[in-house]
Nanobody, 116 residues
C-alpha cells in the first residue's frame, strides 16, 4: 500500500505561482510512476503531468511551459511547480502513484483557485 498526502493548494491571482507537494509513504519501493491530475467542477479528471522511471516527464498541452513536475526520491516527494496560473487552472489537484504491479493510488486532493 502507498499513502499520498498533497499540500500547497490555495487561492492565487491570475499570473501567480503555486507549488504543490505530494508526500508518499508505505510501499514506496513499488512506485514506478507519479503524477498530478486535476478535476474542475463539472469536468472529468485529467492528467496534468507525470514522471516515470523509464519515460521521463509528460505534460498536458494546456500546461506545457508553465508547469514543472519534479521528484525528490530522498524525500519521497513529488512536486508540481505552477507558474503563470490562469483561471482555467482552477481545480482540485490529485496526486497519483502507479506501482510496478499497475496498482493506482490517489491522494485526497488539494484545491487550487485562480482568480481573474
Amino acid at each position: 500500500q502507498v499513502q499520498l498526502v498533497e499540500s500547497g493548494g490555495g487561492l492565487v491571482q491570475a499570473g501567480g505561482s503555486l507549488r504543490l507537494s505530494c508526500a508518499a509513504s508505505g510501499s514506496i519501493f513499488s512506485i514506478s510512476a507519479m503524477g498530478w491530475y486535476r478535476q474542475a467542477p463539472g469536468k472529468q479528471r485529467e492528467l496534468v503531468a507525470a514522471t516515470t522511471d523509464v519515460r521521463g516527464t509528460h505534460y498536458a498541452d494546456s500546461v506545457k511551459g508553465r508547469f514543472t513536475i519534479s521528484r525528490d526520491n530522498a524525500k519521497n516527494t513529488v512536486y508540481l511547480q505552477m507558474n503563470s496560473l490562469k483561471p482555467e487552472d482552477t481545480a482540485v489537484y490529485y496526486c497519483n502513484a502507479v506501482s510496478t504491479f499497475n496498482e493506482d493510488y490517489w491522494g485526497k486532493g488539494t484545491l487550487v483557485t485562480v482568480s481573474s
